[in-house]
């Protein structure tokens, strides 16, 4: 192999192998450091995260949080941004299975048991007999449409400064939300506002299993 061979090799095996690292699971790229983003989920323990009801509905496996189980809800208690976000912009890779039926709250507290009665929910569900489907505000802006086949990984984002939230999911626009001054919430969802606070994933029921992995925030304020 000549020398002029030689670097054209090294040279596709390198950026080979920076392709497998901007895609590779529960990491962050250069750019992402750059930009502020920061990971909430190390890929391998529940480190900084802590499950109400029945903590075992949450588990670790092939670097993802697995959700399936009792209804249970497993909150960030971490360092970043003292899990106290206002503004912000979070990325969660995650992937459902048939029948399940999850959610990603934003905007609320801890809480021991129950249902999380502060802030909202981004809905996860792409089969689930409820129809209010993956990426829409669960009870405030449902999205009727299926947004991936169960199985499928795909990459939700949400957004929120002052009173505006989007969200996405693999870059397309789900909901474009502006919360009104004094919005009208039906009974048992009056502390479905925008406030602060910190994030959660949902275990809705035993049948119902997400995958979740990526989870990255960056802060707006």
């Given at each position: 192999m000549n020398r002029r061979t030689l670097v054209s090799a090294l040279t596709l095996?390198?950026?080979?192998?920076?392709?497998?690292?901007?895609?590779?699971?529960?990491?962050?790229?250069?750019?992402?450091?750059?930009?502020?983003?920061?990971?909430?989920?190390?890929?391998?323990?529940?480190?900084?995260?802590?499950?109400?009801?029945?903590?075992?509905?949450?588990?670790?496996?092939?670097?993802?949080?697995?959700?399936?189980?009792?209804?249970?809800?497993?909150?960030?208690?971490?360092?970043?941004?003292?899990?106290?976000?206002?503004?912000?912009?979070?990325?969660?890779d995650l992937k459902t299975f048939a029948k399940a039926n999850s959610g990603v709250y934003f905007h609320t507290l801890w809480q021991e048991v129950g249902w999380p009665s502060k802030g909202y929910e981004v809905q996860v569900n792409n089969s689930h007999s409820d129809p209010s489907r993956t990426g829409g505000l669960w009870g405030v802006v449902d999205y009727p449409q299926v947004t991936a086949p169960d199985g499928q990984w795909q990459t939700l984002s949400i957004r929120v400064e002052g009173m505006h939230v989007v969200t996405r999911i693999d870059g397309k626009l789900i909901v474009d939300y502006t919360q009104e001054a004094t919005p009208a919430r039906r009974k048992g969802l009056e502390e479905r506002l925008l406030n602060r606070g910190t994030f959660a994933l949902q275990g809705h029921d035993p049948e119902s299993e997400v995958h979740f992995r990526s989870i990255k925030v960056k802060l707006l304020d």
């Open positions: 095996c390198l950026a080979s192998f920076a392709s497998m690292a901007a895609d590779a699971p529960n990491m962050l790229t250069a750019a992402e450091k750059a930009e502020g983003w920061q990971l909430l989920f190390d890929g391998q323990s529940l480190t900084n995260w802590k499950a109400s009801d029945q903590p075992g509905t949450f588990s670790v496996k092939d670097g993802a949080i697995v959700v399936k189980g009792p209804r249970s809800h497993l909150f960030y208690l971490g360092p970043v941004g003292n899990h106290d976000f206002k503004n912000f912009e979070l990325k969660v």
